[in-house]
């Protein structure tokens, strides 16, 4: 090519420049008739054997170029039919470029292929490919998996999130309920934070939310990052939420050693139990780990009321019992019941609706099931300890991390709100001044002597009253024997006349934990009252006996050995001082009124 070398005199010359117009509408002309037309025209014409090319001339041509493509491909539609990778069909190409374009024509750029239709058809291939094959489940994806596996697994990722507004209703232990209405992306946490401040309670995080269903005697605590909507799409109409506390949420964190025995888990066994509990609660949230669960549970065949004493073993993958003994290989386990899309429920009538063999039942219930008692796995343990064991480790198996994150959630609030709170200034005896108001206006008293002989008289005048009201037949509140008698009775604590069978059920729905306690009327004493705790999953029962000294009544727990004016005085000692207990009272038992 000669256009680095071309003289300034060829490129302003009329007749050179002439001819390269006629040359580029030549080129623009052979653009719109065709590729093979266009060849035939140069080989013709005389410009072909030419050397030298203007510069200013094959910009324009280019341009015009560009001109005519970006028309013809803005004519066309998403209607064009789409072939593989997405290119358009050529017959309605040409046809759209050999459509005349005008000059004034506004350019407009083109537009982006959809390959939409052409990644939907791949997916139904591949899915067709797929269905095409026989399912065959494989019991142990857990060695199968790579050691760089997301911790989250499928089950725990949050499904499609609804809009607008919900309305639901929840029920107290009182059975009294109250209609709230909610976004639907709220949790099953911001609920229950929502009704601590709504019903003034005491926001210790161990509030939840009960997913209750009476007709099939079963029940579960919601975690935290459950949407309440979508837990509310899968029940019945006369399923129900309850609100009431459970301390046992996330008690395995602080004590795993109480939650996992060392006989249950495989892991420990194989290293001698010389694991520590953190290598341990690691091991469970850790998705490439393979912890197991194994031991003996009942189980109840489907659609019969007989149950078989099975060697279970509980995976990530889900629950397996073994056909020959105790074995674990994989020609004798069979799948019980999967994790991803079921969910775990206390039974809380297992003996009368199902005729289980011990009163530790628990079950695995699918998601798609609401109301059929036959698709449920009922599973029953031989202790209350075994059966918190598996129910934990299902709930460590399906959500792993989550659970951890829900449970340092309230601290890190906590810790973040210390920050911001102001320190409460403490009020001592010095900072209060003695005070004057017989006269139309107050004044303070700055004579000592004044002050002390003001305290005095105003000391005789409440006892006169009181004494006075005495008289009258109405004791007065401030009386200490009328206090001693009925103060305990506004405490959370109390619980009145309740059976023992009731203190029971108390205690196991808001979480069997060590210190967990209620006091009661005694049914066999009427002037006893019974104190009802937990100490290691077990629930033991202490009468308190009145006793007399001085011509004064006391309370007791050990004989008279330490003595109490009332009921709320002992429960502060007991909170600071183990005594004769097994172990401190740390987490009251209570009940709330919505």
């Given at each position: ?74 004519v ?76 989250l ?15 639901i ?75 009431r506390?459970?301390y ?11 939650f ?51 060697y ?123 005070m ?9 008293i ?6 002390q ?11 006169k ?80 006996l ?30 600071l ?8 009272l ?9």
């Amino acid at each position: 090519m000669a256009v680095a070398g071309c003289p300034d005199y060829f490129l302003h010359h009329p007749n050179y420049q002439q001819d390269n117009v006629d040359r580029a509408a030549n080129h623009r002309q052979a653009d719109l008739i065709g590729p093979g037309f266009q060849q035939s025209t140069n080989r013709n014409s005389p410009s072909h054997q030419e050397d030298d090319v203007d510069l200013e001339a094959l910009v324009n041509d280019m341009n015009s170029s560009f001109e005519s493509l970006y028309t013809s491909c803005s004519v066309q539609t998403e209607s064009t039919p789409l072939l593989h990778n997405g290119q358009p069909h050529r017959s309605a190409t040409y046809q759209t470029q050999a459509q005349p374009t005008s000059p004034h024509q506004r350019l407009h750029r083109s537009q982006p292929m959809h390959i939409l239709a052409v990644r939907r058809l791949q997916e139904e291939e591949q899915q067709y490919r797929t269905s095409s094959l026989p399912a065959i489940p494989n019991p142990f994806p857990e060695l199968c998996s790579p050691a760089s596996s997301p911790t989250l697994s499928s089950g725990s990722l949050p499904q499609c999130q609804p809009s607008g507004k919900y309305i639901i209703k929840i029920f107290s232990e009182d059975g009294m309920g109250k209609v709230v209405e909610i976004p639907a992306d709220m949790m099953a946490r911001d609920l229950c934070q929502f009704l601590v401040y709504k019903n003034h309670c005491v926001d210790d995080n161990s509030w939840a939310l009960v997913e209750h269903h009476p007709a099939l005697g079963l029940e579960r605590c919601l975690e935290d990052h459950e949407l309440v909507v979508q837990v509310q799409a899968s029940m019945t109409s006369e399923s129900k939420f309850l609100f009431r506390k459970n301390y046992a949420k996330y008690e395995f964190f602080k004590n795993p050693l109480n939650f996992f025995p060392e006989q249950m888990v495989a892991w420990c066994q194989e290293t001698n139990g010389t694991i520590p509990p953190s290598q341990l609660l690691q091991n469970f949230l850790n998705s490439s780990s393979c912890p197991e669960i194994q031991g003996y549970l009942y189980v109840k065949e489907m659609g019969r009321k007989s149950w078989k004493k099975l060697y279970v073993f509980l995976r990530r993958s889900g629950l397996y019992f073994s056909t020959k003994g105790t074995s674990k290989e994989p020609r004798h386990l069979q799948l019980l019941a999967d994790l991803e899309d079921s969910n775990v429920f206390t039974v809380i009538t297992g003996r009368k609706l199902h005729n289980a063999p011990t009163d530790f039942e628990f079950c695995i219930k699918p998601n798609k099931v609401r109301n059929e008692v036959k698709e449920l796995r009922m599973l029953c343990a031989e202790d209350e300890q075994s059966r918190t064991c598996w129910m934990t480790a299902f709930r460590l198996f399906k959500y792993g991390i989550l659970l951890y994150q829900n449970y340092k959630i309230p601290q890190q609030r906590k810790t973040l709100l210390s920050h911001f709170s102001a320190p409460v200034r403490s009020v001592s005896e010095n900072s209060l001044v003695a005070m004057d108001f017989s006269g139309r206006i107050g004044r303070v008293i700055d004579n000592p002597v004044e002050a002390q002989s003001a305290a005095m008289e105003e000391g005789h005048a409440w006892r006169k009253r009181s004494h006075r009201m005495n008289i009258l037949g109405s004791p007065s509140p401030l009386h200490p024997s009328s206090l001693s008698g009925v103060i305990h009775r506004t405490q959370l604590w109390f619980h009145g006349r309740i059976s023992r069978e009731e203190s029971h059920k108390l205690i196991h729905q808001q979480g069997r934990v060590d210190g967990m306690f209620l006091l009661r009327d005694s049914q066999s004493n009427p002037k006893a009252f019974v104190l009802t705790m937990c100490h290691h999953q077990k629930i033991k029962h202490f009468q308190i006996l009145p006793c007399e000294e001085d011509g004064q009544m006391f309370l007791s727990l050990d004989d008279g050995a330490t003595k109490f004016t009332d009921l709320i005085q002992l429960v502060e000692f007991y909170t600071l001082n183990r005594g004769v207990l097994p172990c401190k009272l740390k987490h009251p038992c209570t009940t709330v009124a919505l």
